[in-house]
């Protein structure tokens, strides 16, 4: 699998071929939306590509002020790849944001500070290459109703998977079989009822050009994972955007609704997007030293202190929402402890079980999919190659099961960790910021941390929840 065109030539031929009606140019916001323009096959030309669309960059949230709204959409033709939902054959490109007042990529485009990522990698001369490959969790439900308004809030999922489905009504029957809380890893049918699910989700993102390798369900009820092939910092965020696209819309055209929410269940499971990443140059793994704990080289371990020193403004960028901070609470597998282990999946960075060279990595488990992952991956990049400047010395390595540590006992060990909300991780963006501009501008780091202050914590914050009214209305 890959890529379908690597030309402009290429490209035309292709829609040819296929009988190509509409081309879909899609580009990326701050927050890891995928918004589109779609335009006539006929309309469009080699010139076209070559010069980019107009579009309205003050409708984009955090973009452009409407007094300088005019930008670029610059396609990337090699990306191209047919929209296998759409009713008339349909090609999907992926483009990136040109500021046409700065004549450069748009500062604030998460795509162009992804190839900017790149760009710094190998101007330091440290790499030529950095693979990336996240592991996106999703949960998939049969119906979700939620309401937020000034006297009342609530919201409800369904899942015949749920335990709580035990004794409801099904038109032919209720069967019973239901993997429980915490119950659903690895159970066959009928327990596991995702099984077609995922098959058809697995081979449309073939189709699309991922290398599917593996699909499964995971641990909570109703929550599944699909395992696609890892490739460079960009392929991996491009495929990350294929891949929620194909899991959505397959669970959409079966009357069901996917959602990569990180705590979508009390008491469950979340969804985390945990993220593999090496450092490469002429060919090898430098990351790689045989012999040492894990096969580990100094080079990774210092990458992994560089992530951990910086991890608090980090995870701005890789837990991005309120929601990802009520996944990263002991005891669901979603780890907070700032500690590196082998084959530890307690500890924040675990060192996966790999025979020789290609296979070592280090695996950051804390990121979640509410992230824009040309974003996380970057800020990861950022602050591993920061490590390797200072030689930064993470935590670790600590092999026992770091989930039966005491509160007390991880301040006494004095292991860092993750913050508490998001809120935490923005405060923590703003002391700790000068190993990202390199690549991030001052402009974009204020946005950013202004928008999701305005549309994610203040908001938050201000609303009561049903537990308050539990826990406090009575006093």
Sequence with gaps: MGKFVNSVDEFFKFCEENEVEFVDFRFTDIKGAWHHITYRMSAVNAELLENGMPF???????????????????????????????????????CDVYDIYKNELYEKCPRSIAKKALKHLDEIGVGDVAYFGPENEFFIFDDVKFRDDINSAYFRVETEEGGWSSDSEYEFGNMGHRPGTKGGYFPVQPTDSMVDLRAEMMQVLEEVGLEVMLGHHEVAQGQGEIGVKFGTLLEAADNVQKYKYVVKMVAHLNG?????????????????????????????????????????????????????????????????????????????????????????????????YGAGEAATRVEMRFPDSTACPYLAFSAMLLAGLDGIKTKAEPTGPMDEDLFELTLDEIREKGIPQLPHTLRGSLEALIRDNEFLKPVMSEEFLNTYKDYKFETQVWPDEARPTAFEYISTYSC
């Excluded at 020193?309 to 995870?315: I, L, S, T």
């Design 256 to 352: 069901k609704t996917a959602t990569f929410m990180p705590k979508p269940l009390y008491g469950d499971n979340g969804n985390g997007m945990h993220v593999h990443q090496s450092i490469w140059k002429d060919g090898k793994n430098l990351f790689y030293n045989e012999g040492e704990y894990a096969n580990l080289s100094d080079m990774a371990r210092h990458y992994i202190g560089g992530i951990f020193k910086h991890a608090r403004a980090v995870a701005a960028f890789t837990n991005p929402s309120t929601n990802s901070y009520k996944r990263l609470i002991p005891g669901f597998e979603a780890p907070s402890i700032l500690t590196y282990s082998s084959q530890n999946r307690s500890a924040s960075c675990r060192i996966p």
């Design 56 to 94: 309205d960059g003050s409708s984009v949230d955090a973009w452009q002020p409407i007094n300088k709204s005019d930008m670029i959409l610059k396609p990337d033709v090699p990306t191209a790849f047919l929209d296998p939902f759409t009713a008339d054959s349909t090609i999907i490109v992926f």
